[in-house]
């Protein structure tokens, strides 16, 4: 479904990916892992269309070149950015209706937000508030939610447990297990190796921009100290 071929991605003049390749099946959750600084934010950032790269990312065989953001999500991409990055000012359902912008069917995003209202009640309870005032877990929630409402094909997840209480990263990790078991295919950047193994059908290691090691999860968890020597986390 996703194929990267020698990606390499810029910030400036800096190339902070260095051509690696990654395939993503469909309904596969794979995720990516490494250390701070690895590249794994900004290969995400690549396949959104928010960073400068060189080489192929082809979806449903088709290359994303010369595709804006938003067609991009409208040929089915969907982003959860690493720190949430809601709109503040913005209600719960306002937010979650900006995630549902590409799309014309008005009385299915209706009932979309009312799923998502009835999936994460405090979302509802809290519909017509300021997204601001929302926890951190809950804006984590509402993060994931928005990035639904466009009906995606693949959800690219990035550090969904950043900054979040042990109980939080708990429901935020039941929530992608569900996601996986109803078939979304997801790639998954996180730090949190242990839940991130565990959901993951395939591994890439990301280190300096390079993929250090990939396989099977299997392979990783059951050696924690590999683990340890080649992500850095410990």
Same mark, same amino acid.
């Given at each position: 479904?996703?194929?990267?071929?020698?990606?390499?991605?810029?910030?400036?003049?800096?190339?902070?990916?260095?051509?690696?390749?990654?395939?993503?099946?469909?309904?596969?959750?794979?995720?990516?892992?490494?250390?701070?600084?690895?590249?794994?934010?900004?290969?995400?950032?690549?396949?959104?269309?928010?960073?400068?790269?060189?080489?192929?990312?082809?979806?449903?065989?088709?290359?994303?070149?010369?595709?804006?953001?938003?067609?991009?999500?409208?040929?089915?991409?969907?982003?959860?950015?690493?720190?949430?990055?809601?709109?503040?000012?913005?209600?719960?359902?306002?937010?979650?209706?900006?995630?549902?912008?590409?799309?014309?069917?008005?009385?299915?995003?209706?009932?979309?937000?009312?799923?998502?209202?009835?999936?994460?009640?405090?979302?509802?309870?809290?519909?017509?508030?300021?997204?601001?005032?929302?926890?951190?877990?809950? %804006? =984590?929630?509402?993060?994931?939610?928005?990035? *639904?409402? !466009?009906?995606?094909?693949?959800? /690219? &997840?990035? #550090?969904?447990?950043?900054?979040?209480?042990?109980?939080?990263? %708990? =429901?935020?990790?039941?929530?992608?297990?569900? *996601?996986? !078991?109803?078939?979304?295919?997801? /790639? &998954?950047? #996180?730090?949190?190796?242990?839940?991130?193994?565990?959901?993951?059908?395939?591994?890439?290691?990301?280190?300096?921009?390079?993929? !250090?090691?990939?396989?099977?999860?299997?392979?990783?968890?059951?050696?924690?100290?590999?683990?340890?020597?080649?992500?850095?986390?410990?």
């Amino acid at each position: 479904m996703l194929e990267l071929t020698h990606l390499k991605v810029f910030h400036g003049p800096i190339e902070a990916v260095h051509g690696i390749s990654i395939t993503v099946q469909r309904g596969q959750c794979v995720s990516l892992l490494g250390p701070n600084g690895a590249g794994k934010t900004s290969t995400i950032s690549a396949i959104a269309g928010i960073a400068d790269y060189q080489g192929s990312i082809r979806f449903q065989g088709a290359d994303l070149a010369a595709i804006s953001v938003e067609d991009r999500q409208r040929a089915g991409i969907a982003l959860a950015p690493e720190g949430r990055r809601i709109f503040s000012n913005l209600t719960v359902k306002e937010n979650l209706l900006i995630g549902a912008a590409t799309r014309h069917d008005r009385r299915a995003v209706r009932s979309d937000i009312n799923h998502w209202f009835e999936s994460f009640p405090v979302l509802g309870e809290r519909r017509d508030q300021s997204a601001g005032t929302l926890s951190g877990g809950e %804006q =984590q929630m509402l993060t994931i939610a928005r990035a *639904l409402m !466009s009906k995606p094909q693949i959800l /690219l &997840l990035d #550090e969904p447990s950043l900054g979040l209480a042990p109980l939080i990263c %708990q =429901q935020v990790f039941r929530l992608i297990k569900e *996601l996986k !078991s109803s078939g979304m295919t997801i /790639l &998954l950047v #996180e730090q949190n190796v242990r839940d991130a193994l565990d959901l993951a059908d395939y591994v890439y290691l990301l280190n300096s921009g390079h993929i !250090s090691n990939e396989g099977d999860h299997n392979v990783f968890g059951n050696d924690a100290n590999l683990m340890a020597e080649l992500t850095g986390i410990h």
